[in-house]
């Protein structure tokens, strides 16, 4: 199995369109990127776990499922990249090969000690926008392949059909 760990703000912060989005609407950048990760999820069957800092909020952690993706807003005092080399030390092992997405150098180093994979923000973006190109050209492909919903008959057929449907025999 597949384990997508996703460093939230660190992300966010390095996407352009997304950085440029968070100015404005925080929660709808969040909500941007978990969409994108769901897709990436469901096309490469990874397990993503999205996980961001208790950003200006107080208390314990906080962990739902959107779009069945883990989300987790770490609680007060504790970072995303501590939590994240939590979960890639518990979540290790053999019949697991966790990814760490950050762009957090030293980041990538402490997970890459532990023997996760990491991956750019940069890469993690590349990946997206190819699975989001190839889910289009499916979609497309099947729109145009889609059989015609009528059956073609000949005429003769035909007219013995509008007949019944007349009523007549």
Known sequence: MDILLVDGYNIIGAWPSLRKLKDQDLALARDILISKMAEYQAYTGYKVM???????????????????????????????????????????DRRTQIHVATSDFTEQWAIFGQGALRKSARELLNESDAIEERIKKRVTKFTNEKPSKRIQLDNEISAIFEKWRRGQR
């Not at 909020?57 to 080399?85: F, L, M």
């Open 50 to 92: 999205i996980i961001f800092d208790a950003h200006l909020s107080q208390g314990v952690e906080t962990k739902y499922k959107n779009h069945r993706v883990d989300v987790i807003y770490t609680r007060e005092n504790e970072t995303a990249d501590e939590r994240i080399e939590k979960l890639a030390i518990s979540l290790n």
